[in-house]
Structure formats: structure tokens, C-alpha cells
């Protein structure tokens, strides 16, 4: 697969070569809220990431934190910690917070959405080793302490650092990223953040500095060593994680193993909704609940996100989404004719499936692997045929869009038997009701020249 590596700014080869599996580590939730839309857009396009390489045999091994402490509502080590205040707004505790929004990102990511489910690390599950990993940086001349605030990274003990962002550290404003006095250098970050004297914290935990939680990027650090190793294959992520959080990632996790951290760095770009970024001041921040509510498929989301290429910047409307649950009901009808008329060759099937996989193998290039599916279903449909199951089941592994399902049962087929003689006579009145009765049932009816065929409604 060409994959366009953010760590070298061009497109590369990514094939573990003779190895049976690669690792993949991706950015996962803060879970102090419910999930909105613009939350589940990189994790739509690293699950078909997941799935490509899957469906060429290759085992995938990824990992996902969950950040339920120490992600700061400022990137610059300030200001408070997003569970607390989630717990505050909510009038619970932090821990009660996360286990909420755990349980609804697992329903809607793994359920709803349909997306693989990666090996899911919590923070906290993970407090020792972040502790030891500090350890470890501070035998090693990496850190410094600030009275009051905590263990902090002294970035200008390296020569590179600030090589994903391509930062140009003498050109940063002083102050533009120091918010914390006593900080030696702008780019310097928390490892470990001491707790307030005068509050006691939900998440709070002892360690040789003093009573405290973990920074943010030391998570991700953390359960990737533990449960990927020392250098993993893949790190995914969101464009804004590239200045601050992946960099600093990089810092320490490389300035602990002294070895290359990931040799891939994937970044989705962002969704807007109606043009404007999604702010609850504008009230167009939606979740996959408003959607439900609404009457829309999920996968109609998942549609109109992978119909854009996972660098290129997304816009959400309804009315965008009104075409994707259109284009994903022509996929349904069209699926549902694998029931009723014959299969394409097994030559056809060949080619369209290599074409699709040629698509996603080229970048992730999902926009033209979406475009390949409407150009085949549609030159079905002109042929009167149908696609087959190993079709409609490939684009399911693929893609996670479960097109193959069950026949109709026996009853309804008789129904639509009915329905036809009764058109074949001409009796309208008969077939206008057995169509109605269909309708009831679920069932939409297509006539043609070349005959009756049906669909799910």
C-alpha cells in the first residue's frame, strides 16, 4: 500500500515486508463527553485501513488508548482537566464520567458504526508504567521539576526535536506555547502534573514527586511501548495532534528507547458542519444519536465521510447526507438483486475487486473506491444482473457496509408472486394493493420491461 507519511511528507511504500503482521497505534477518545461526528471520521478511515490489509492476508495488531486523566483543556499544560470538568458539568465523579462515555463510544463505534474493535487501554489501567516511563527519562537528564506544577520534558536536550511538525523552534514567539512559569523552554511539556494543594482530585495518584496524574502525551507513549513495543509500524492520528501531542510523543518516547518511535505517521484532516467549524455556541455540534433520531442509517455517515479522501477537508449538511443515504439505498436495491437475478461472471467479480482494492491501496483512496462500486452496481443494473455474494461480502470486509443479507422468506416471495400475475393481467387494482401490503412489510417493488424485482425499504 502508498501511504502518504506525514514524518517524510510524501507517499511510501507501506509493506511490512516479510513480517506476518504490523502494528498500529491509534489516537484514541478523551471520554468526558459524548462523542460528536467529527469524533469518529479518522477512526472510519484507520478501520479501513485495518480491514485493507486484512483482506490481503496480514495480520493487524492495534492499539487504542482511552484518555480518561491529565488531558488538559489547553495544550500548553493549563488550565483544567477535561474529565474534571466533565465531571463537574455532570454532577458526577471522573471515574463515573468515563465509565458513561466508554460504554456509549463502544455502542456507537463497534455496534453502530461497525468499525473493528481495536485492543482498547484506559489511562489510568496504565498509572505504574507512566510513572516508571518518567523514571526513566529523568535517569536520563530529560526532565526538570517546577514547584507547584510538576516533572516537565526539557525538549532542548534534543537536536530533532519538532521533527513531525517541521517546527521552527527560534521562530516561536516567546511565550506562544508557555503558559507556566518556570518553563525553560516554550516547546517543554508536563510528564507529570502535581495536584492542587487546596483540592483534592477524582484521579490522583502518588509518585516519587508528590501527589499527582500524568500528563496527556505520556499516555499514548506508555501503551503503545507496552503493548506494541518499542517501535510500532503505524501511529494514526488527527492533523491538530501534530504539532504538540505527536511531537511530544515522539520526544519521549525516542528519548527513552533511542530508537525510531514509528516509521508511519497517518493524519486525517477535519470535518466542518454547513462550511464552520463545530461549536456548541452555533449549535451544529451533532452526534450519531441526532442522526438516529433524525431517521438516517449511521452508515449513511460512514458513506459520506469515506466519499472524501482522508487528507482532504470534509463539510457535513444534511443535505450531503440526504445523498449519501440515497447512494447507500441504491447499494441496498442493488444488493438485494443478488436474490432475484443472475450473478456476474467470476472473470467480472475478479476485476471489480482488484479495482477496489487498487483504489484503497493507492492512499487510502476511498473516494474512487466508493465511485468504482456506484459504476458497477450501475452497469448491473442496466445488464439485468446482479452482483454476487463474494461481491457484496468483500465490500462488507472492506468497507464495513454490510450489503449481503438474507433472503425474503418464502411468505413474502409468494406475495410478490402474486403481485406479478396480478400485474400480468393487468388487474391494477389487485397489484396497487399487494404493492401497498409490501410496502407495509418492508418491501419496495421495482417494474421494468424486463420484469418485477424488489428491495428492502
Known amino acids: 500500500m502508498q501511504i502518504y507519511n506525514t514524518l517524510t511528507r510524501k507517499q511510501e511504500e507501506f509493506t511490512p515486508g516479510n513480517q506476518e503482521h504490523i502494528k498500529i497505534y491509534s489516537c484514541g477518545l478523551t471520554v468526558y463527553s459524548h462523542p460528536h461526528i467529527g469524533n469518529w471520521v479518522g477512526y472510519i478511515y484507520w478501520d479501513v485501513l485495518q480491514r485493507y490489509y486484512e483482506e490481503v492476508g496480514i495480520e493487524v495488531e492495534r492499539v487504542q488508548n482511552i484518555t480518561d486523566v491529565g488531558h488538559l483543556v489547553s495544550d500548553d499544560d493549563s488550565g483544567e482537566d477535561k474529565m474534571e470538568k466533565g465531571a463537574k458539568a455532570e454532577g458526577k465523579t471522573a471515574w463515573e464520567v468515563a465509565d458513561k462515555y466508554i460504554e456509549i463510544a463502544n455502542r456507537e463505534g463497534y455496534e453502530v458504526l461497525r468499525l473493528r474493535k481495536p485492543k482498547l487501554i484506559r489511562a489510568t489501567d496504565l498509572i505504574k508504567e507512566q510513572i516508571e516511563f518518567v523514571e526513566e527519562l529523568e535517569k536520563k537528564g530529560f526532565t526538570y521539576r517546577i514547584d507547584g506544577e510538576g516533572i516537565y520534558f526539557d525538549t532542548s536536550k534534543l537536536s530533532d526535536y519538532g521533527k513531525l511538525a517541521r517546527l521552527d523552534i527560534k521562530g516561536l514567539e516567546e511565550g506562544a506555547r508557555v503558559k507556566v512559569d518556570g518553563k525553560k523552554n516554550p516547546t517543554d511539556f508536563a510528564l507529570w502534573k502535581f495536584s492542587p494543594k487546596d483540592q483534592k482530585r477524582d484521579m490522583e495518584w502518588e509518585s516519587p514527586w508528590g501527589t499527582g496524574f500524568p500528563g496527556w502525551h505520556l499516555e499514548c507513549s506508555v501503551i503503545a511501548r507496552t503493548a506494541l513495543g518499542d517501535q510500532i509500524h503505524a ?149 439485468n444482473l446482479s452482483p454476487s455474494l463474494r461481491e457484496l461480502e468483500f465490500i462488507d470486509n472492506l468497507l464495513g457496509i454490510k450489503l449481503a443479507g438474507e433472503d425474503i422468506s418464502e411468505r413474502l416471495k409468494s406475495k410478490l408472486l402474486e403481485r406479478k400475475n396480478a400485474r400480468d393481467s393487468k388487474d391494477w387494482e389487485a397489484s396497487d394493493r399487494i404493492r401497498d401490503e409490501l410496502k407495509e412489510e418492508g418491501i419496495g417493488l421495482n417494474d421494468s420491461t424486463t420484469g418485477q424485482t424488489w428491495y428492502r425499504i
Open 235 to 383: 501511529h494514526t492520528g488527527g492533523i491538530d495532534h501534530i504539532p504538540v501531542h505527536h511531537t511530544n510523543e515522539i520526544a519521549q518516547t525516542e528519548s527513552v528507547t533511542g530508537k525510531q518511535f514509528s516509521k508511519f505517521w497517518l493524519h486525517n484532516n477535519h470535518i466542518k458542519v454547513d462550511g464552520t467549524k463545530m461549536s456548541k455556541s452555533l449549535g451544529n455540534v451533532y452526534t450519531l444519536v441526532d442522526i438516529e433520531e433524525r431517521g438516517y442509517d449511521p452508515q449513511a455517515f460512514k458513506v459520506l465521510v469515506l466519499s472524501k479522501h482522508y487528507q482532504t477537508e470534509g463539510n457535513f449538511t444534511w443535505e450531503i447526507l440526504d445523498a449519501s443515504q440515497n447512494r447507500l439505498k441504491n447499494w441496498y436495491a442493488v444488493a438485494d438483486l443478488a436474490w432475484q437475478l443472475p450473478n456476474v461472471e467470476q472473470k467480472n467479480q475478479s476485476t471489480f475487486i482488484n479495482d477496489v482494492m487498487e483504489a484503497v491501496g493507492d492512499d487510502l483512496d476511498t473516494p474512487k473506491a466508493l465511485n468504482i462500486i456506484d459504476e458497477k452496481f450501475n452497469a448491473l443494473v442496466n445488464a
